[in-house]
């Protein structure tokens, strides 16, 4: 079974914080994602990664930037935390390829806390 | 971009009914559709894709309809039960061929009742 990890399940930060949330797959996905999840909001993708070092603009990048260094590992940094980044973050991957349904495989998520 | 819409209002239904899930999106037309399933606190499971070209897909006691002239899924969990009380979203490639980037919909909540 594929599994992604997530580092923390519950993180709290105070305004102004650098945080860091990792994530970690260990099928050799090419893609992984993340995502914040708000109510009323659905999930929305925060930025991609199709390859190491490659990354994309998801639909709401502005205060997050992520880094990707090897290729079971996306991190996604807030270089400077503030509350309305209060929300819960999934990370998920998937295969690229041929014979692929493109199906996401998502970690259990970090409910963050900005005070 | 793709819009999708789910109810968002929760659908309560008796345990042993059949539960009927709608999905509605606008815009172009995805070559395929899938349906996640999330459980409170958890990320979403994948369940279910249908590819343009199909009309309907069964994996146990779910269906999943596919239509693209009135750019609707209809997801079906057959004799329901309290187990499968969770959050349903569907989910449509973000951009025509973007890859592997997907939209998703705000989901909606299923509550079966004993």
């Known amino acids: 079974d594929v599994k992604v990890t997530q580092s923390s399940r519950y993180l709290v930060k105070r305004t102004g914080e650098k945080v860091f949330l990792e994530c970690v797959q260990d099928?050799?996905?090419?893609?992984m994602f993340w995502y914040r999840q708000d109510p009323g909001l659905g999930l929305r993708l925060i930025y991609f990664?199709?390859?190491?070092?490659?990354?994309e603009k998801g639909d709401i990048p502005e205060g997050y930037s992520v880094s990707r260094e090897k290729k079971e590992r996306f991190s996604l940094i807030l270089e400077s935390a503030s509350t309305n980044q209060t929300s819960m973050y999934l990370c998920?991957?998937?295969?690229?390829?041929?014979?692929?349904?493109?199906?996401?495989?998502f970690g259990p998520g970090t409910r963050l806390t900005v005070t | 971009s793709q819009k999708i819409e789910q109810n968002s209002e929760a659908l309560n239904i008796q345990e042993g009914k059949t539960a009927t899930l709608t999905c509605n999106y606008t815009?172009?037309?995805?070559?395929?559709l899938q349906w996640y399933r999330q459980d409170p606190g958890r990320g979403p499971v994948f369940l279910l894709l249908?590819?343009?070209?199909?009309k309907e897909k069964r994996k146990e006691r779910l269906k999943v309809t596919f239509d693209t002239t009135l750019k609707q899924s209809l997801f079906h969990i057959t004799a329901s039960q309290p187990a499968d009380s969770a959050t349903y979203l569907c989910?449509?490639?973000?951009?025509?061929?973007?890859?592997?980037?997907?939209?998703f919909g705000g989901g909606t909540r299923l509550m079966v009742k004993p």
């Open positions: 815009n172009y037309s995805p070559a395929y």
């Open positions: 989910a449509l490639p973000a951009r025509n061929n973007a890859g592997n980037m997907l939209t």
């Open positions: 998920a991957s998937s295969r690229t390829g041929l014979g692929t349904r493109g199906e996401q495989y």
């Open positions: 099928m050799d996905h090419e893609n």
């Open positions: 249908i590819r343009e070209n199909e």
């Open positions: 990664s199709y390859d190491v070092k490659m990354k």
